[in-house]
């Protein structure tokens, strides 16, 4: 027999290999942070003994969610400034107080973010945001793997003074992590509105240098596209192309404002396309054309975007809105189908990452999963796991998130940090907002 560290049993699993394959009565046996085998548990019981067994009865196991797109540390500005549109939103209320942002603020904000994307299922995250480094070591003590960057404006940030010292700050961010196994670095022009071009091609050359993806917001709204044709005499994804962006991995978050040309040379490009259908949707900024997406060969994913446009980082959420959303602009109840759903925030999102071990349950794969209670009155009864994944479960019923085969929450508990120290610092956080806002308690 073969030894694994730890054997999981649970009464399903959805694995999300090629075949789509859902297991009934089965076992996950995981060894150094991989997966070592699945399938029946009678099967893994004959093959391995283990150091632990951690048996999850009436419970489903499928991979751990990917948010391909987010600013984990916007959760200190959660349902601070709702209900306007983008530009105003960004202007207006959220750049203004990013201007008193400090490391702590950004790492607290983040850790917050964290718990609730593992709380939720999530185990994989592609973030930008100021003071990165921060961010990464809120997502290294949280546990979840982590892509992401400093973010590069053409004006002055909190963290940076100019786009020079975001891309020289991004360059040591990816050498002070580069040994880490769960944490990559991303070079992260913010938009073709808010960067130059000379700027975004210095992002591209950098990219290059290094072997870094990149992650820009592209073609989020019509007044983006506008404003580029003003500035640049191109449209978003014509311009962000014409600087070298569009190179093969880059994820652009966001994509509304894009047309059938525009998907067929972003499925060319090898490029990702983060759909975030809950901010577009407050932000009334359009709906991505998911559908057009993928039937032009465009791999697409799904994120929260951050808790200041979308007051949530639930994946689950977003993949019930995805599926509605798209029903509902399309007048066609085929489409958006809840495998097409799920595959995006899976499979789509570990291409996003970069990572093919993970979005799949089956021998080679990073061991990050979770699992769901089916005894929540919701998900019964079950006929098809995958719809009730999509279009029924909320995300409270997950009761157990690993990544790297590490149990990072179980049953209302968080392993690597503590919880209430966090509600604490949060608290303070919300104070000093409310004091430079002028709002008082």
């Known amino acids: 027999m073969q030894h694994c560290d730890t054997l999981f049993h649970a009464a399903r699993i959805i694995t999300q290999d090629a075949g789509r394959t859902v297991l009934d009565d089965a076992a996950l046996a995981v060894r150094d942070g991989k997966i070592a085998d699945a399938g029946p548990v009678a099967e893994l019981e004959a093959r391995w003994t283990s150091d632990e067994r951690i048996n999850l009865p009436n419970m489903l196991l499928m991979p751990g969610l990917v948010n391909a797109h987010t600013h984990a540390a916007m959760t200190f500005l959660r349902g601070l400034a709702d209900d306007m549109p983008l530009m105003e939103w960004l202007q207006e209320r959220i750049f203004p107080m990013e201007r008193e942002l400090t490391p702590h603020i950004?790492?607290?904000?983040?850790?917050?973010?964290?718990?609730?994307?593992?709380?939720?299922?999530?185990?994989?995250?592609?973030?930008?945001?100021?003071?990165?480094?921060?961010?990464?070591?809120?997502?290294?003590?949280?546990?979840?793997?982590?892509?992401?960057?400093?973010?590069?404006?053409?004006?002055?940030?909190?963290?940076?003074?100019?786009?020079?010292?975001?891309?020289?700050?991004?360059?040591?961010?990816?050498?002070?992590?580069?040994?880490?196994?769960?944490?990559?670095?991303?070079?992260?022009?913010h938009s073709v509105y808010t960067t130059s071009e000379k700027t975004l091609r210095d992002c591209a050359r950098l990219a290059e240098e290094l072997d870094l993806p990149l992650h820009v917001h592209l073609a989020e709204t019509p007044a983006e596209t506008a404003m580029s044709l003003k500035l640049h005499g191109r449209r978003p994804a014509a311009h962000a192309d014409a600087c070298g962006l569009l190179r093969p991995g880059a994820v652009v978050a966001h994509a509304v404002d894009v047309n059938e040309a525009e998907l067929r040379l972003l499925a060319e490009r090898g490029v990702r396309a983060a759909h975030n259908p809950s901010s577009n949707m407050k932000l009334a900024s359009g709906a991505a054309p998911l559908p057009a997406m993928l039937r032009a060969g465009l791999t697409a994913a799904l994120g929260t975007d951050g808790a200041a446009s979308n007051n949530q980082l639930n994946m689950f959420t977003e993949m019930g809105r995805a599926a509605l959303l798209h029903k509902l602009v399309c007048a066609d109840p085929t489409v958006a189908t809840a495998r097409e759903i799920l595959d995006a925030a899976t499979l789509g999102g570990a291409a996003a990452f970069g990572d093919p071990a993970l979005g799949r349950l089956e021998a080679g794969a990073a061991a990050d999963f979770i699992a769901l209670d089916l005894d929540s009155p919701n998900l019964r009864p079950m006929y098809n796991p995958v719809s009730h994944v999509v279009y029924a479960a909320t995300g409270a019923e997950v009761r157990l998130t690993v990544a790297a085969g590490r149990v990072l929450y179980r049953d209302g508990r968080f392993t690597t940090f503590d919880y209430p120290a966090l509600l604490r610092e949060i608290d303070d956080i919300r104070d000093f907002v409310l004091r430079k806002t002028g709002t008082g308690r």
Do not use: N
Not at 149 to 174: H, M, Y
């Open 106 to 189: 950004v790492r607290t904000g983040s850790l917050m973010g964290f718990a609730e994307m593992l709380r939720t299922g999530c185990t994989a995250c592609i973030d930008m945001y100021i003071f990165e480094q921060a961010v990464f070591e809120a997502a290294h003590t949280a546990g979840l793997r982590c892509l992401g960057g400093e973010v590069v404006f053409d004006f002055p940030s909190a963290c940076c003074p100019d786009p020079r010292a975001a891309l020289e700050t991004t360059r040591a961010l990816a050498d002070a992590w580069k040994d880490d196994p769960l944490l990559r670095v991303a070079v992260c022009p």
